[in-house]
């Protein structure tokens, strides 16, 4: 008779982290639908590119590690980082964007560094920076919303775009970009930067027609989008809500304090919540449990100081958005940021610090 | 303090952190009543069922025991004694499984119930509030009761403490999924854990009683605020259901909001806590005079089909309960967890009995409980450090416990953890955390044992250390007062000089020894060659060959590499004694001794004897043996030599070789070795071809492959390497071949034997053994099949170094090779197994076609194979 033995606890909550990725990566649908409305097929075409990629890279990687293929391949991590990095490119990136960040994200911040839950930097993050640095002009050819398209752009041309980078017509990007009246058209937030330096104030570069009615035309609905996914996601859960509204509401503290000191340089608190990867960082990347801190209050210090960093970077740093500068920023912080946010162990007097001067102060 | 009371009056209760809500699935048993006492045909009572330490044993194997007659006497302050749970009779006391996670085996008694159930005189107490305080405790200690929620701690300690205590918790949460043992029992059996509760509240004067339950027990809640209600410091606190509401420090919490201190007991900030159960059996055994032998246990889990509370005698194996519970569960898929889903811990088989911790055994279904998901990475997700009771980061932890990092976890508190198992429950990486825990506590706890020891070594290694000083420092100054004396008394007599010439002699012995050695290794090499002739010099030879293995090897080495020559030289002397053969001898000797320190020196005579008597002197030896053989064997030299005197060479590394490998029989080799000779010889007889084989067969395999070789120079080369090949590969097969060799040499190699007497009873006696063995197809002696046997053992035995003495002897020979080729193939034919005479005898038969006998297509394939696999060898060892 074979007994069945067995450490405790006998029982599970029968959650899986495979199915905690899933559930992020439905939860970032509304987000990609209002990208798709707004902005065409070009990062749905990205996603299946970057997603294909990924789980190549991961598959090699996997095989050359002799890792449990089948497992760690289908856990949904890569895919949600293919997503997520799919989702931060400009919708007529060339194909090989998306293809060597997808690689680099996979093979090189997540499997380097260990696989799954070892790497130091959020992979789609950290691909891309990469690709900003290295390729900054077919990462910074975004389009304008749908509604300010010069020309008719439909699915194949995306395709032949992404492709061949031109449509079937011939239209190059940049003809694509370019308003009626003859000027290149760049996304709200490097409108506002270019605007600013050039001396006009912040009511005088809203009236560009990428702002729209409220705060970035298209952009506020994929924020949006990507709100209510973490809403979802909060909901259910799936996330702890401490990273993203310290986030939130450190990016609206600061946002608000510059717009009370000088109105004229400085939007409006909405707008910096939604225009650029503001939702899209604060429910899906800020956090990711690997990269960020871990504790309550590591939570809200990581939080806190993504939103500080978002803020400083896009008002006084030379890249319109900073979401991903903030987030590789912070997870390189998140280390110290447990050690000094170490919760007070039950029955001890005082915090448990794990650097070495604080044993001697627990037992006291 | 009284913030303390009015919250509490006012049912305001405080938090813990964490914590989590597993399905509870106590509606399983929680509807059904106690099912009675059911005694099992034999209980298994672990003589410790409690923290501490065991008691006595009071009884002896076959005693008769009556209902609640206590089996053990506490020795110490934290024993409890146990008793028999019916009358009945001792049958055994042994190691069993006990109630333990890691299934030890412990002492119990072993009680076969006669089913009186009779009870041993009781004095009930009609009122205990009479009783000294002492002697209530003392009734406790007696009744055996020690905490029946999971721990198992004395009780009597518990109890038998200093006042101010503030208060008296009384655990009923049970918080555990499953378990409604402690619901049934309020339920059921509330006056009596009032009669507790009122014991306690007597010896301990609390301020406030304070019952701690769970509101999923509502029917338990009503019973026992029915049977307080007219008490006014008794309050029932209805906490919220939560996992781990149950655990000691997190009830405390919830209810007065205190933290016990980690490290710290309850006791130290005036609050002391006792199971629900427990003070049902302190009502017992004060009022009754009943110790604690039974209690409730909640058997239940989906693999029932009948989950139920059941009185159940300590010492009831789990499967007489489980059977009262019909399991459901296939024979060979079982499981049984002891205690709740999330602290119990799994049976290694079940017949563990029930001790008085145990409030539960599952057996879950199998599709019931989690039990089979794998492992994988952390997410760092922090859900664990979210449902941790203890505020603790799981997550750190298990880094730190995967690399096993101590100070890291004692500074992370690991030790405050409970193992609750909450973190292990909700990590959707499926990581057994609290087996890390545990494994790693354990490790520490190790550490801090071999720690202690270690220093303590160290202060008793100081210590003989100081103390020796100490003696030697006494000694020296000792001696120096005797060197004192006798320098004083020398001086005065001539007592000294006696002394020196004492010394003297003695480094005179020493010197005298290793002059005989060095005299007995040089000996040994010219011995072998005189030896070929005489066998009374061969043994003497090859004792000292024995003694001065190394040393001996060494000079051989240096007088073969000298005279290579004379190796040669010394074949032909083999034959005639002569001082050349004595060089070859010498030398062939000195590349046996180097291969086989100890037997190398015996074999090398053996082989060089036997090698020069074969070509030449051999010959004449044989030809006292057998006249037709030598003839042969003469013949075949003759030609060998005449041939290519390479040949020689080989054949005397071969016989080398043979001599290294057959070192202890090299008596026997060589007598062997004659008989190949002869063998050699009588084949030469019957074809001039065959007797050349032969005699290459009989020196030994590889020698006579060699041999073999020599007469047809390139042919030697490659049989000599064949047969060291063959030796080394075919040890079983040169068995054969040297059975074919045999046959083919059989009569002269007897005849040889025979005749050789003089060279080596034991190996003649050898020879003729092999011979017999070998059914040798016509000719073929027992003499010959001895031979082969023995040949092919030690071509087994002694393949390896028989190759690398061939080779050295091969080159050492070279130069003797005309003559000595003879001889020392035939030497190295004994030597090497008979198989390799096989081969050689082919290959060397340049009348091979002639030969066409069995055994010489034996031997050729022998041959081949040889010459395959060890052609590099060979060719390496020709070279040198």
Not at chain 1, 221 to 234: K, Q
Not at chain 2, 174 to 202: F, K, Q, V
Not at chain 2, 319 to 333: E, G, M, N
């Amino acid at each position: 008779m074979a007994f069945w033995i067995a450490s405790s606890p006998h029982n599970h909550i029968q959650k899986e982290t495979s199915a905690l990725m899933r559930l992020v990566i439905f939860a970032t649908i509304p987000g990609i639908l209002a990208q798709w409305y707004f902005f065409g097929w070009g990062n749905i075409i990205h996603i299946g590119l970057a997603t294909a990629t990924a789980l190549l890279c991961e598959f090699f990687v996997l095989s050359l590690r002799k890792k449990p293929i089948k497992a760690e391949l289908l856990d949904g991590s890569a895919i949600l980082t293919a997503i997520l990095l799919a989702i931060c490119l400009p919708a007529v990136a060339p194909w090989w964007i998306s293809v060597l960040g997808a690689m680099f994200a996979i093979a090189v911040v997540k499997q380097l560094y260990g696989g799954l839950g070892h790497n130091p930097f959020n992979p789609a993050m950290a691909a891309y920076v990469m690709l900003l640095i290295s390729f900054p002009v077919e990462m910074t050819t975004w389009l304008p919303p749908r509604e300010l398209w010069p020309v008719e752009y439909t699915f194949m041309d995306t395709v032949w775009m992404i492709f061949t980078e031109s449509t079937q017509l011939g239209y190059s990007a940049e003809q694509l970009r370019t308003h009626i009246d003859g000027y290149t058209m760049a996304t709200p937030l490097d409108t506002l930067k270019t605007g600013l330096t050039t001396g006009l104030s912040v009511s005088e570069v809203t009236t560009s027609p990428v702002f729209g009615d409220y705060f970035a035309s298209g952009w506020e609905w994929v924020n949006a989008g990507f709100l209510l996914g973490g809403i979802i996601l909060l909901a259910k859960k799936a996330i702890h809500w401490a990273a993203p509204v310290s986030f939130l509401a450190m990016l609206w503290l600061c946002s608000l304090i510059g717009y009370m000191v000088s109105p004229d340089l400085n939007p409006s608190t909405l707008f910096y919540w939604f225009s650029g990867a503001t939702m899209l960082g604060a429910f899906f990347i800020l956090t990711d449990p690997v990269s960020g801190a871990t504790s309550f209050k590591g939570r809200l210090v990581f939080g806190a100081l993504a939103g500080l960093l978002v803020y400083l970077i896009r008002n006084f740093g030379g890249y319109p958005d900073a979401v991903a500068f903030a987030v590789l920023l912070c997870n390189m912080a998140a280390p110290l940021i447990d050690v000094y946010t170490r919760p007070r162990t039950f029955g001890h007097q005082t915090h448990g610090l794990g650097v070495a001067g604080n044993k001697q102060g627990a037992k006291k | 303090m009284q913030s303390i009371i009015n919250r509490i009056e006012n049912n305001q209760f405080w938090k813990f952190h964490g914590g989590i809500h597993p399905p509870e699935q106590k509606f399983l048993t929680n509807s059904k009543p106690i099912k009675p006492l059911h005694l099992p045909e034999l209980l298994i009572i672990p003589v410790q069922q409690h923290i501490g330490v065991p008691g006595d044993i009071l009884v002896n194997i076959g005693d008769t025991v009556l209902k609640g007659q206590s089996l053990t006497a506490p020795t110490s302050p934290m024993a409890v004694p146990v008793h028999a749970p019916t009358s009945g009779t001792i049958e055994k006391i042994a190691l069993h499984v006990t109630a333990h996670p890691s299934g030890l085996s412990e002492l119990c008694i072993f009680l076969k119930p006669d089913g009186q159930d009779k009870w041993r005189p009781r004095e009930l107490c009609e009122d205990y509030k009479t009783l000294d305080r002492s002697d209530i405790i003392r009734k406790i200690t007696d009744a055996g009761i020690s905490g029946m929620g999971g721990a198992g701690f004395p009780t009597h300690i518990k109890v038998d403490s200093k006042p101010n205590i503030d208060f008296l918790i009384i655990n009923a949460a049970e918080c555990e999924p499953y378990i409604t043992a402690d619901d049934l029992l309020m339920r059921e059996h509330s006056a009596t854990i009032l009669d507790g509760i009122n014991i306690l509240r007597h010896l301990l004067i609390p301020r406030l009683v304070l019952i701690g339950i769970e509101d999923n027990k509502p029917e338990a809640i009503e019973a026992l605020k029915k049977a307080t209600a007219d008490i006014n410091d008794i309050h029932i606190c209805v906490v919220p259901t939560k996992y781990p509401m149950g655990g000691e420090k997190q009830l405390i919490k919830a209810l007065t909001g205190k933290e016990i201190a980690s490290g710290g007991l309850p006791i130290q900030q005036g609050i002391i806590m006792q199971n629900v159960a427990t003070c049902y059996a302190i009502a017992d055994a004060v009022i009754n005079d009943k110790p604690l032998i039974e209690r409730v246990v909640t058997v239940s889990g989906q693999g029932l089909e009948k989950p139920q509370n059941i009185w159940a005698a300590l010492g009831t194996p789990v499967r007489d309960l489980v059977s009262l519970c019909h399991s459901t569960q296939p024979a060979d898929k079982k499981a049984i967890i002891m205690g709740g889903p999330m602290m119990g811990f799994t049976l290694p088989i079940d017949t563990v009995p029930v001790v008085k911790t145990t409030n539960c055994v599952l057996v879950p279904s199998e599709k019931e409980l989690n039990l089979h998901n794998t492992e994988v990475e952390c997410i760092r997700c922090g859900q664990c450090a979210e449902v941790c009771p203890s505020n603790l980061l799981p997550q750190e932890l298990q880094w730190s416990a995967k690399a096993k990092d101590h100070d890291k976890l004692k500074a992370l508190n690991l030790f405050d953890c409970i193992d609750c198992g909450a973190c292990a429950y909700v990590c959707p990486s499926h990581i057994p955390l609290v087996q890390y825990y545990r494994i790693a506590k354990a490790e520490i706890r190790q550490q801090e044992l071999q720690d202690i020891k270690a220093e303590k070594a160290k202060a008793r290694f100081e210590a003989r250390k100081a103390r020796l000083e100490r003696e030697r420092k006494a000694r020296e100054e000792k001696q120096r007062k005797a060197s004192e004396a006798r320098r004083a008394a020398m001086n005065n007599s001539q007592e000294g000089t006696n002394a020196k010439s004492a010394v003297a002699a003695a480094l005179a012995r020493v010197k005298a020894k290793k002059a005989q050695d060095t005299g007995v290794s040089a000996e040994t090499s010219t011995e072998a060659t005189t030896e070929v002739k005489t066998e009374t010099l061969s043994p003497v030879q090859a004792a000292i060959a024995r003694a001065k293995a190394k040393k001996a090897a060494q000079a051989a080495q240096s007088t073969e590499l000298n005279g290579d020559n004379k190796a040669p030289e010394t074949g032909a002397n083999a034959g005639a004694d002569a001082t050349p053969s004595d060089d070859k001898q010498s030398k062939v000797a000195a590349a046996v001794a180097r291969a086989k320190a100890k037997k190398a020196a015996k074999a090398k005579q053996e082989a060089a004897s036997q090698t020069p008597e074969e070509n030449v002197p051999a010959e004449q030896t044989l030809a006292g043996q057998s006249s037709a053989e030598q003839e042969k064997a003469e013949e075949q030299m003759n030609t060998a030599p005449k041939e290519k005197p390479a040949a020689d060479s080989k054949q005397a590394k071969v016989a080398a070789a043979v001599a290294k490998a057959k070192a202890r029989k090299q008596a026997k080799a060589k007598a062997e070795q004659a008989e190949s000779i002869t063998e050699g010889s009588a084949p030469s007889q019957d074809e001039p071809e065959k007797t050349d084989v032969t005699s290459a067969e009989v020196t030994a395999k590889t020698d006579a492959a060699e041999a073999i070789e020599t007469t047809e120079a390139p042919a030697n080369d490659k049989k000599a390497k064949i047969a060291a090949a063959i030796a080394k590969a075919k040890a079983k097969k040169a068995k054969q071949s040297s059975n074919d060799l045999d046959e083919s040499t059989d009569d002269s190699t007897i005849e040889n034997p025979l005749k050789e007497g003089t060279v080596e009873s034991k190996a003649n006696s050898t020879t003729d053994s092999s011979a017999e063995d070998s059914d040798t197809a016509s000719e073929v002696k027992p003499a010959n099949d001895k031979k082969a046997k023995v040949a092919a053992a030690i071509a087994k035995a002694k393949a390896k170094k028989a190759v690398q003495a061939s080779n050295a002897g091969s080159s050492e020979v070279d130069d003797t090779m005309e003559k000595a080729d003879a001889k020392s193939v035939n030497s190295e034919a004994d030597v090497a197994e008979t198989e390799v005479n096989a081969e050689p005898l082919n290959g060397n038969d340049q009348s091979a076609p002639a030969v066409s006998s069995i055994s010489q297509q034996k031997k050729a394939r022998i041959a081949a194979a040889v010459a395959k696999a060890k052609a590099k060898k060979q060719q390496q060892a020709e070279s040198n």
